[in-house]
């Protein structure tokens, strides 16, 4: 009958492998975050998913008129000052002198 491999010889052969395939040797199975740490890091593969040029709708609307193109989200606000204006929530008239725009100082 063969005699088993003592406990010592036995983390001996698991360091020697760690070290030659190049994982961590761990004998007390601590946690390490070793998992999450040896992971490919996804930066480069998000930036490449995502386009390099975010232009604005403006610019586009200028670039292309003849596409007679929408700028939602401008459309929109138009829509809201001008529902203000009517309930008589918009911006005070600017003033003709310098003068009338400073309130009086008590």
């Not at 395939?21 to 601590?30: D, M, R, V």
């Not at 740490?37 to 292309?64: D, E, M």
């Amino acid at each position: 009958m063969e005699k088993l491999p003592s406990k010592k010889r036995l983390l001996e052969l698991k360091s020697t492998a760690c070290r030659i395939f190049g994982t961590i040797f761990n004998p007390k199975a601590l946690r390490m975050g070793n998992r999450v740490l040896l992971r490919r890091f996804p930066g480069s593969t998000v930036s490449q998913y995502y386009s390099r040029f975010n232009l604005p709708p403006k610019v586009l609307i200028r670039a292309f008129p003849h596409l007679n193109l929408v700028d939602l989200d401008e459309s929109v606000r138009k829509e809201w000052v001008e529902r203000r204006k009517q309930r008589g929530k918009g911006p005070p008239p600017k003033s003709k002198f310098k003068n009338e725009s400073k309130s009086k100082k008590k």
